[in-house]
C-alpha cells in the first residue's frame, strides 16, 4: 500500500521508471524516510494514490528526477518535511494538488508542472527554493515565506509561471521572510502581495528580461513589501504602496 525507499539510517533505495513502465502506489511514496531514497522517471506513467513525501524525517533524504512521462500525486508533494529534499524536473507532466517545500529545493527545468491548489515554498526549518528557467508552473495560489522562516526564495530565468494569487512573506502568525527574482520568463497573476502582516518582508526583483503582469500589486499590505524594478516588464492595472494603516511599501524603479 506504501512505496518506502530507503526505510531506515544508512540504507539506501531506488525506483527507476521508464518507457511504458506503469507504477500505482495506494497510499503513500516515501522517499528517503530515515535513509536515502531516489526515484527516478524517465518516462511511463507513476500514480500515488496520497502523498509524495521526500527526506520524511530527520537524517533522510529524497531525491526524485522526473525527464519524462506522467507523475500524478493524488494529494500533495513535500520536499523535506523533518529531512531534506531535491525534486527535479527536466520534461515530463507532473500533476498534483498541493507542493509544501519546506527544507529543500524543486528545479523546474523543463515539461508542465501543475499544483491544482496551492504551492508553498514555506522554508520551515531550513531553506526553501524554487527554481524555474524553463517549462510551465501552473498554480492558482503561490506563496513564498509563510511559516518561521529560514529562507524562502523563488527564482525565475525562464518560461511561464501563471498564478491567481502570488503571496511572497505571509505569516499571520509571526515574522517570515520571501522573495522572488525574476530575471527572465513570464509571471502571470491576477494578485501579487508583498508583506501580508505584520512582521512579514517581502520582496519582488524584477531584473533583465523577466515579464510580469498582474491586475493587482499590494507592496506592503499590513507588513512590509520591496518592490524593486531594474529591468524587465512590468503590466499592472492598478499598484499599492503601503496598503493598510501598519503596512509598509517602497518602490524602486
Known amino acids: 500500500r506504501d512505496l518506502i525507499l530507503g526505510t531506515l539510517e544508512n540504507q539506501t533505495g531506488t525506483y527507476d521508471l521508464s518507457g511504458t513502465g506503469t507504477l500505482s502506489v495506494g497510499r503513500d511514496t516515501w522517499v528517503g524516510a530515515w535513509g536515502h531514497g531516489s526515484f527516478n522517471q524517465s518516462g511511463g506513467s507513476a500514480t500515488i494514490g496520497k502523498d509524495l513525501l521526500l ?21 500533495s508533494i513535500q520536499v523535506g518535511n523533518f529531512g531534506d529534499g531535491t525534486f527535479t524536473q527536466n520534461g515530463g507532466v507532473v500533476t498534483n494538488e498541493q507542493t509544501h517545500i519546506n527544507r529543500g529545493s524543486y528545479t523546474l527545468l523543463g515539461g508542465v508542472f501543475t499544483s491544482t491548489s496551492s504551492t508553498d515554498v514555506s522554508g520551515y526549518g531550513g531553506a526553501a527554493l524554487f527554481q524555474q528557467s ?120
Do not use: C
Open 134 to 253: 524553463v517549462g510551465t508552473h501552473n498554480t492558482p495560489h503561490l506563496t513564498i515565506g509563510d511559516k518561521d522562516t529560514v529562507a524562502a526564495t523563488y527564482d525565475l530565468s525562464g518560461g511561464v509561471l501563471k498564478t491567481d494569487l502570488t503571496a511572497i512573506a505571509n505569516n499571520y502568525y509571526g515574522a517570515t521572510t520571501g522573495m522572488m527574482n525574476h530575471r527572465g520568463g513570464m509571471h502571470e497573476t491576477g494578485i501579487l502581495g508583498l508583506g501580508s502582516f505584520s512582521g512579514n518582508v517581502g520582496t519582488y526583483n524584477l531584473l533583465s528580461t523577466g515579464s510580469l503582469t498582474a491586475a493587482q500589486v499590494k507592496v506592503g499590505e499590513e507588513g512590509t513589501g520591496v518592490f524593486n524594478q531594474s529591468g524587465g516588464t512590468a503590466t499592472v492595472t492598478e499598484f499599492k504602496l503601503g496598503t493598510w494603516t501598519t503596512g509598509t511599501g517602497r518602490a524602486e524603479l
Open 55 to 75: 527526506g520524511n524525517w530527520t537524517g533522510g533524504t529524497g531525491t526524485v528526477s522526473v525527464t519524462g512521462g506522467s507523475l500524478i500525486v493524488t494529494r
